[in-house]
């Protein structure tokens, strides 16, 4: 089984729609994070999470909320999703014990905003 | 403010050849981390390498090798002798002590021709 799993894999939807995403962890990380990738921008941050008390907004939250339900789950909601939140989302994790730890990803969800 | 540029966008080669994909970036801080990671075709991010700010000694490991330059702000990867299944996107990205936040640059897509 994947260390960081995301459903779904693979979601179209319609403009104004609320959309959640969710991800879940089997390393025993304390911190999650939430970024999307669009073709030539890399990726970027929109939401992240130190543990389970701590939420903080990346450098692309509007649009966007998070909750961290338990330290291994986290989930990113479309409110009333919009075209241009069309993209490959990914979730990823890391050891809280240092900043220089590298992210583990999950496999990604391509979101399609109609 | 962090920053990362990856200037090669895209890069084709043909088997067999040497290519290196260059990463540039900008920060203050004097502790931070470098990392690189590898997005096959099958979309997943895979971690690489990484390098902290105060280790200027080159790494190789197998065909891949990486050249840390604070000097240039660069940290640049060479795979040599390329094959076709190191035909991915690959992103370069900056993590600082202050920030405990990664930042990633554009990516650069390389193919390799049989």
């Known amino acids: 089984d994947a260390d960081v799993t995301q459903t779904p894999r693979n979601r179209i939807t319609k403009t104004g729609k609320r959309i959640m995403l969710e991800c879940s962890q089997t390393?025993?990380?304390?911190?999650m994070y939430w970024y999307r990738q669009d073709p030539g921008l890399g990726l970027r941050l929109i939401y992240y999470s130190f543990d389970v008390k701590d939420i903080n907004k990346g450098e692309i939250s509007d649009g966007y909320s998070v909750s961290r339900q338990a330290q291994a789950k986290f989930s990113l909601s479309l409110e009333s999703a919009i075209p241009n939140q069309t993209a490959l989302y990914f979730c990823?994790?890391?050891?809280?014990?240092?900043?220089?730890?590298?992210?583990?990803f999950g496999d990604g969800t391509r979101l399609s905003i109609l | 403010a962090q920053k990362v540029t990856q200037a090669q966008t895209e890069i084709s080669v043909v088997e067999k050849e040497d290519v290196t994909l260059d990463c540039v970036y900008e920060?203050?801080?004097?502790?931070?981390?470098l990392f690189w990671y590898k997005q096959p075709p099958s979309g997943e991010l895979v971690f690489l390498i990484r390098?902290?700010?105060?280790?200027?000694q080159n790494e190789i490991s197998g065909r891949y090798s990486w050249n840390f330059q604070k000097s240039t702000s660069s940290f640049n990867f060479t795979i040599t002798a390329s094959q076709v299944v190191d035909s991915a996107v690959y992103f370069c990205a900056l993590s600082e002590m202050g920030a405990q936040k990664l930042v990633f640059g554009q990516g650069t897509r390389l193919t390799i021709n049989p």
């Open positions: 990823a994790t890391s050891d809280g014990q240092a900043f220089n730890q590298p992210q583990h």
């Open positions: 390098r902290n700010s105060f280790d200027e």
């Open positions: 390393k025993g990380h304390d911190r």
């Open positions: 920060t203050r801080d004097t502790t931070y981390y």
